[in-house]
Nanobody, 124 residues
Framework: QVQLVEFGGGLVQAGGSLRLSCSASGRTFSSYGMGWFRQGAGKAREFVAAIRRSEGTTNYADSVKGRFTISRDNAKNTVYLQMNSLKPDDTAVYYC?????????????????WGQGTQVTVSS
């Protein structure tokens, strides 16, 4: 069982920045692929970014490329999402997820465990 807890959501003005953190339980965090997804009100959950186990190959949705950066600190069992140049369309609940297979997948069904989510609201 892997438990994931997200931190760092909040309210920010358009053009601003936020950094989300996701803390994971378990002694084999470095073997997990980690992903961030988001779900806006009335919308389907969508892929944001992912990072492969260990070496940290990354994968991004086109909508966030150049603005968001995913990273991981295996010593702290934590994955981060640095979000810059935020737009109102980025408003959503953001979820982190763990893929025990270790990949940087963009498909939600590849992930085995999910956090409870953290709200990000970007005002115009």
């Amino acid at each position: 069982q892997v438990q994931l807890v997200e931190f760092g959501g909040g309210l920010v003005q358009a053009g601003g920045s936020l950094r989300l953190s996701c803390s994971a339980s378990g002694r084999t965090f470095s073997s997990y692929g980690m992903g961030w997804f988001r779900q806006g009100a009335g919308k389907a959950r969508e892929f944001v970014a992912a990072i492969r186990r260990s070496e940290g190959t990354t994968n991004y949705a086109d909508s966030v490329k150049g603005r968001f950066t995913i990273s991981r600190d295996n010593a702290k069992n934590t994955v981060y999402l640095q979000m810059n140049s935020l737009k109102p369309d980025d408003t959503a609940v953001y979820y982190c997820a763990a893929d025990l297979g270790g990949g940087a997948n963009s498909f939600s069904n590849a992930y085995d465990y999910w956090g409870q989510g953290t709200q990000v609201t970007v005002s115009s």
